[in-house]
């Protein structure tokens, strides 16, 4: 069998990490949909 | 020996042009510093990147490329927790506090530092919050910036046989030319420069690496021959020491040196582009770091057979890269280093000038003084360092343990309740700041069962409720205070 990280290694590693990538994104992209419309 | 010359002449030119390079955005930021809000502010004219980089670069230090690499390459992904903590800590602290305290400093009679923003905020005639924040942030950082100088000196005696004094001469020098000339400006754009550096390297490093060794499958495959436990973060950990090591992200409310990014950048409008970038940056940063301690494992077969740990990813660079890129990279570190201490070095500065020679000494000097004064402190403060990390001692490092707890258990509460509790008082954000402080203290001089946990924790609990029963004690925060509370709430809303 092929040696890797435990699965909950990876989903510690990389699930709260990347989620508040995207949490920044979206803010971003709401941020410019709302000055855009006003 | 031809190998060490041969990387050593590359070495030296390529910190030779880094550390000019540092210099010369000093000299082009003294012609934009008028002021002392210019100087310790930047006039509040910072752009989306560079608030975002800077306020990166200063944050983690030379922890990033050394310790945090060192920590997973000798015991494997238990060390993640720190690194999940920081990453959700520094998010927490751009969405809920940047905005809010950009535009409170600025509403509360336009205050330029921490402690400037405390007394206005709460409107303190006795001046005691002013005092106690600044000499909170004096001390600490002065002691935190000289062990700054120690880690980078002893770092490069120890790796590439300079003499320490030198090093930390020329490393000093340069630290102080930039900053005593260009303030703030030149502090954060030398930052913005150094949070790209250190990106790029915490990039190529793990990738080239793990090439090296012929791909991701064949280094984890080799890491779990050699070290089974390290592929499993939950391998040797409590709940208690997971808990205990991502309470470290409960640090980022207090920090001076990040929290004066928020308050420079150009317009709360710009914040949301800066957080994007600056937690894009930690995050990636963070894994970077986190595959060279793991990679480096694979590499050097096993964790203990290199002398020092934290040294895994200056000795992969020396393995793997032509010195001319070798030298770009390690200068990396030395940047990390520089970013963390050029910004403490500058809030300790502004706490003398603007919080108590213009507060108390001088309230009608001119600007063109109060500039000169600022650049008279960051001398001042960068030869005391640098005088005390002549003499290396345990005593100043262990200040360093205390540092990231102290400035978030005694700062943190105060700044988060200020911003979103129109109930705060001035005596409570006075018992916050000693509380907090006190317990970090006493609880990091005590030991075994709860007192193993990090101080931060405890710190930043005593300290919130010592702002929420105080607070309640006489009577409120008053009409004026509730007044511009509403305000600054109508603007962000």
Same mark, same amino acid.
């Given at each position: 069998?092929?040696?890797?990280?435990?699965?909950?290694?990876?989903?510690?590693?990389?699930?709260?990490?990347?989620?508040?990538?995207?949490?920044?994104?979206?803010?971003?992209?709401?941020?410019?949909?709302?000055?855009?419309?006003? | 020996?031809?190998?060490?010359?041969?990387?050593?002449?590359?070495?030296?030119?390529?910190?030779?042009?880094?550390? *000019?390079?540092?210099?010369?955005?000093?000299?082009?930021?003294?012609?934009?510093?008028?002021?002392?809000?210019?100087?310790?502010?930047?006039?509040?004219?910072?752009?989306?990147?560079?608030?975002?980089?800077?306020?990166?670069?200063?944050?983690?230090?030379?922890?990033?490329?050394?310790?945090?690499?060192?920590?997973?390459?000798?015991?494997?992904?238990?060390?993640?927790?720190?690194?999940?903590?920081?990453?959700?800590?520094?998010?927490?602290?751009?969405?809920?506090?940047?905005?809010?305290?950009?535009?409170?400093?600025?509403?509360?009679?336009?205050?330029?530092? *921490?402690?400037?923003?405390?007394?206005?905020?709460?409107?303190?005639?006795?001046?005691?919050?002013?005092?106690?924040?600044?000499?909170?942030?004096?001390?600490?950082?002065?002691?935190?910036?000289?062990?700054?100088?120690?880690?980078?000196?002893?770092?490069?005696?120890?790796?590439?046989?300079?003499?320490?004094?030198?090093?930390?001469?020329?490393?000093?020098?340069?630290?102080?030319?930039?900053?005593?000339?260009?303030?703030?400006?030149?502090?954060?754009?030398?930052?913005?420069?150094?949070?790209?550096?250190?990106?790029?390297?915490?990039?190529?490093?793990?990738?080239?690496?793990?090439?090296?060794?012929?791909?991701?499958?064949?280094?984890?495959?080799?890491?779990?021959?050699?070290?089974?436990?390290?592929?499993?973060?939950?391998?040797?950990?409590?709940?208690?020491?997971?808990?205990?090591?991502?309470?470290?992200?409960?640090?980022?409310?207090?920090?001076?040196?990040?929290?004066?990014?928020?308050?420079?950048?150009?317009?709360?409008?710009?914040?949301?582009?800066?957080?994007?970038?600056?937690?894009?940056?930690?995050?990636?940063?963070?894994?970077?770091?986190?595959?060279?301690?793991?990679?480096?494992?694979?590499?050097?077969?096993?964790?203990?057979?290199?002398?020092?740990?934290?040294?895994?990813?200056?000795?992969?660079?020396?393995?793997?890269?032509?010195?001319?890129?070798?030298?770009?990279?390690?200068?990396?570190?030395?940047?990390?280093?520089?970013?963390?201490?050029?910004?403490?070095?500058?809030?300790?500065?502004?706490?003398?000038?603007?919080?108590?020679?213009?507060?108390?000494?001088?309230?009608?000097?001119?600007?063109?003084?109060?500039?000169?004064?600022?650049?008279?402190?960051?001398?001042?403060?960068?030869?005391?360092?640098?005088?005390?990390?002549?003499?290396?001692?345990?005593?100043?490092?262990?200040?360093?343990?205390?540092?990231?707890?102290?400035?978030?258990?005694?700062?943190?509460?105060?700044?988060?309740?200020?911003?979103?509790?129109?109930?705060?008082?001035?005596?409570?954000?006075?018992?916050?700041?000693?509380?907090?402080?006190?317990?970090?203290?006493?609880?990091?001089?005590?030991?075994?069962?709860?007192?193993?946990?990090?101080?931060?924790?405890?710190?930043?609990?005593?300290?919130?409720?010592?702002?929420?029963?105080?607070?309640?004690?006489?009577?409120?925060?008053?009409?004026?205070?509730?007044?511009?509370?509403?305000?600054?709430?109508?603007?962000?809303?």
């Amino acid at each position: 069998m092929e040696e890797n990280l435990t699965a909950a290694t990876w989903f510690w590693l990389l699930v709260p990490m990347l989620l508040v990538v995207v949490l920044t994104l979206v803010s971003l992209v709401s941020h410019k949909l709302r000055g855009e419309r006003s | 020996m031809n190998g060490e010359l041969d990387l050593n002449i590359p070495l030296l030119a390529t910190f030779v042009v880094y550390l *000019i390079l540092m210099i010369l955005v000093g000299l082009f930021a003294y012609r934009f510093t008028k002021s002392l809000a210019d100087y310790i502010l930047g006039g509040r004219r910072l752009g989306s990147g560079t608030a975002a980089l800077s306020a990166g670069a200063s944050d983690m230090s030379g922890w990033l490329l050394l310790g945090l690499p060192g920590a997973v390459y000798a015991s494997g992904m238990n060390q993640i927790w720190i690194a999940v903590g920081l990453a959700i800590g520094a998010y927490l602290n751009w969405q809920f506090i940047a905005g809010r305290l950009r535009r409170y400093t600025e509403m509360a009679r336009d205050s330029i530092t *921490i402690p400037a923003y405390f007394e206005n905020r709460f409107r303190d005639r006795t001046s005691a919050l002013r005092v106690v924040s600044a000499l909170v942030i004096l001390l600490f950082f002065t002691f935190y910036t000289s062990a700054g100088l120690v880690a980078a000196g002893t770092l490069f005696e120890d790796t590439f046989g300079v003499d320490y004094t030198l090093a930390l001469a020329v490393g000093a020098s340069v630290i102080l030319v930039y900053t005593l000339l260009g303030g703030f400006l030149a502090v954060s754009w030398t930052d913005f420069i150094q949070g790209i550096l250190m990106f790029v390297a915490l990039i190529l490093v793990p990738v080239i690496t793990v090439m090296n060794l012929g791909g991701w499958s064949e280094t984890a495959g080799a890491v779990a021959e050699l070290e089974p436990g390290a592929l499993d973060a939950f391998y040797d950990v409590t709940l208690f020491s997971i808990i205990s090591l991502m309470a470290w992200g409960l640090g980022y409310f207090g920090q001076p040196h990040v929290l004066t990014r928020f308050m420079a950048i150009r317009s709360p409008k710009d914040i949301p582009a800066a957080r994007f970038i600056g937690i894009s940056w930690m995050v990636f940063a963070l894994f970077g770091a986190i595959f060279t301690g793991f990679a480096g494992i694979a590499f050097f077969e096993g964790t203990g057979t290199l002398d020092n740990p934290e040294t895994v990813f200056l000795a992969l660079i020396q393995a793997l890269f032509n010195p001319w890129v070798a030298g770009c990279l390690l200068a990396a570190v030395l940047a990390a280093i520089m970013s963390t201490i050029d910004s403490q070095l500058l809030v300790s500065s502004s706490a003398l000038s603007e919080d108590f020679y213009k507060r108390f000494l001088r309230p009608a000097a001119g600007d063109r003084e109060l500039v000169w004064v600022g650049r008279g402190t960051v001398l001042g403060i960068g030869v005391f360092a640098t005088l005390l990390a002549l003499n290396p001692d345990a005593a100043v490092l262990d200040l360093v343990a205390y540092a990231w707890a102290g400035f978030g258990a005694a700062f943190g509460p105060v700044i988060i309740l200020s911003v979103f509790w129109r109930g705060t008082t001035r005596n409570g954000a006075l018992a916050g700041i000693v509380v907090g402080a006190v317990t970090v203290v006493v609880w990091d001089l005590l030991e075994g069962g709860l007192f193993d946990m990090y101080e931060i924790l405890p710190g930043f609990i005593l300290g919130t409720l010592a702002i929420l029963v105080f607070s309640r004690i006489g009577g409120g925060p008053g009409e004026e205070i509730e007044r511009e509370f509403d305000r600054v709430r109508a603007r962000m809303d």
